[in-house]
């Protein structure tokens, strides 16, 4: 059974950076499709980051592009340059049969 926890997420001051984690479990391949989502309020879900840990594939949304970035080591995201629109609940999500099959409970960052 595959379980994500995200952790990382706080309040930061704008200009500020904040690395989030997934832990992931229960995972029994080696190469998949890991992704970053946010939600803010009112707004719908969106793609931020992702990869394919086997190597090649990987994606960054142009809003986020030049300041964040997801390691295809650790499935960490780093975010650099924060700004006010970039709060919101952040998941980590895993794919699975073409579809983002698995996803955290998300984790809070407010930018003020």
Not at 10 to 29: D, H, I, Y
Not at 54 to 73: E, I, L, P
Not at 89 to 110: F, N, P, R
């Amino acid at each position: 059974h595959v379980q994500l926890v995200e952790s990382g997420g706080r309040s930061v001051q704008a200009g500020g950076s904040l690395r989030l984690s997934c832990a992931a479990s229960g995972v029994t391949f080696r190469s998949y499709c890991m992704g970053w989502f946010r939600q803010a309020p009112g707004k719908e879900r969106e793609g931020v980051a992702a990869i394919y840990t086997g190597g090649g594939a990987k994606y960054v949304a142009d809003s986020v592009k030049g300041r964040f970035a997801m390691s295809r080591d650790n499935l960490s995201l780093q975010m650099n340059s924060l700004k006010f629109e970039d709060t919101a609940l952040y998941y980590c999500a895993k794919g699975y049969g073409g579809s983002w099959k698995y996803w955290g409970q998300g984790t809070q960052v407010t930018v003020s």
